[in-house]
């Protein structure tokens, strides 16, 4: 809730202003570097979930 919540709050203060898309675009690209960075230390690409069968 904390988290949605400061964000929405920024949002509504960038509303009008001309850094609204570098604030947005930069918060893409941080979270996608954030996202595939855990994906990559932890193997989730290379290891096999539960029980499945390999063809």
Known sequence: MLK???MFSLLYLLRD???LWS???SA???SLTVHLWFGY????WTTALGNVNKL
């Open 23 to 25: 604030v947005l675009i």
């Open 28 to 30: 893409f690209f941080i």
């Open 17 to 19: 202003s001309e850094y």
């Open 41 to 44: 230390k932890t193997k989730v």
């Open 4 to 6: 949605y919540s400061l």
